[in-house]
């Protein structure tokens, strides 16, 4: 595909996306102007620990997990895929060094805008407000669904909400990855992947 018919093409998703969220007439293609594209290699690191998070991300391509590292081992708390706002949230709004890790699991694109950037039509235009609230709430909300179903689903409804909900990550990623993210060993993640026909 030519170069340019994809960018089109892409920050036509990404302009779908926000008026999905909040309808931004008048300064949204201005606003547009504003994200560039960024591509990454697989297994790079986008936001390292102790690294304070400088941009916001529209994934457009590729699979992304967020982790904490504890004495070497991973814990990994998100997948992200296309086509969403992804990036280190409190990081990103406090400017405070990240207390995770950010990268790429396959190759990746997206757009990004600066904190800078993006703060500047936050503070010019009530309509950017309203859409940095609306992905907070939204972000907040996959937290606590998230913290809901580690505390209170049992190995397996944690496994088979996953696969109700995340079924096509399974072909996509190592399923270490998912075992981990569902935080289980390998040997009973094998055993219920065998009980389910895929």
Known sequence: MHH???????????????????????ELS???????????????????????ERFLYFTIDGIQKAYYLTDG???????TYPFAFICIPESFLTQF????????????KFYRISYTDFFSFVDKHSEFETLLRKSLTNILKGVVTRYHRLLAYSMEERFHNFMENSPQLLNLIPQKYIANYLKMDSTNFSKLINSVKL
């Not at 504003?34 to 297994?43: A, D, P, R, T, Y």
């Not at 081992?73 to 997948?79: G, H, L, V």
């Not at 060094?97 to 990746?108: G, L, M, V």
């Open 4 to 26: 340019q018919l994809y960018i089109n093409i892409m920050k036509d998703k990404l302009k779908k996306y926000i008026n999905g969220i909040q309808k931004i007439p008048d």
């Open 30 to 52: 201005e606003f547009l102007n504003f994200w560039h594209l960024k591509e990454v290699l697989k297994k790079k690191i986008i936001t390292q620990i102790g690294v304070t």
């Open 73 to 79: 081992k991973e814990y990994i708390i998100a997948f």
């Open 97 to 108: 060094p990240s207390k995770y890790c950010f990268e790429c699991i396959t190759a990746s």
